[in-house]
């Protein structure tokens, strides 16, 4: 793995180091000394040759851009408020959300990537042109607010249009009753591991599929 996105990193303050192993780590966390939240990208020695620059936002937002073969690459990784997070808490961390998106390069392929807290369930309609079928569960509200922003930055949620196998549906979280179980694939419960990406095809079809043939 040459990127890699990690979410409560619960590291303050920001910065970067090099592992003993050689991987490079970049870190954005809280600055009041408290160890909560937190987010970082870790790259391997090939990845880290590529970075032109990265940014810490705050502790729930990190931002990395690259050098690849055709075009550079923008990774934005997030770390959203769970869905029954304070209202006036959730529309803060979308509001600046959407400013770092609208702030970033243009012409660069986007990648956004992280825990996003959301369903977004397999309901497509309203949505075409976001999301495939392949997610599961109903959509929360984390989940209408994250299809509403790929909307207005016409980005697809990439791991609704393909099926999962079973074993790719590792569980990432087990209620205290042990009653509800969350599986790590995009799409589908609270744990909400999201990758969103500007299409190749913005004009090509309706359909996320279409837009973002795989």
Not at 24 to 33: A, K, L, M, N, W
Not at 66 to 90: G, Q
Not at 110 to 129: C, P, T
Request: proline residues 4%; charged residues 25%.
């Amino acid at each position: 793995m040459q990127i890699m996105g990690i979410s409560e990193s619960r590291r303050c303050g920001s910065g970067k180091f090099i592992l003993s192993t050689g991987e490079t780590i970049v870190y954005s966390g809280r600055d009041d000394e408290v160890h909560q939240h937190g987010v970082a990208i870790m790259l391997n020695k090939d990845a880290a040759k590529t970075m032109i620059n990265w940014a810490p936002i705050d502790e729930r937002i990190i931002r990395a851009r690259f050098h690849s073969r055709y075009v550079k690459l923008t990774l934005i990784h997030v770390y959203a408020p769970t869905n029954d997070t304070d209202e006036e808490v959730k529309d803060h961390f979308h509001e600046k959300f959407q400013a770092v998106v609208e702030k970033g390069p243009k012409h660069d392929f986007l990648v956004i990537a992280g825990d996003l807290s959301s369903k977004v369930g397999s309901d497509v309609e309203g949505y075409e042109r976001v999301m495939s079928k392949h997610g599961v569960g109903t959509r929360n509200d984390n989940g209408e607010k994250l299809c509403d922003f790929c909307g207005m930055n016409d980005l697809v949620i990439t791991d609704t249009i393909f099926p999962h196998k079973e074993i790719h549906k590792q569980l990432t979280w087990i209620s205290p009753d042990r009653r509800t179980c969350n599986p790590f694939f995009a799409g589908s419960d609270i744990s909400g591991i999201f990758i969103l990406q500007k299409p190749f095809f913005s004009d090509r079809g309706k359909t996320a599929k279409n837009r973002f043939p795989l």
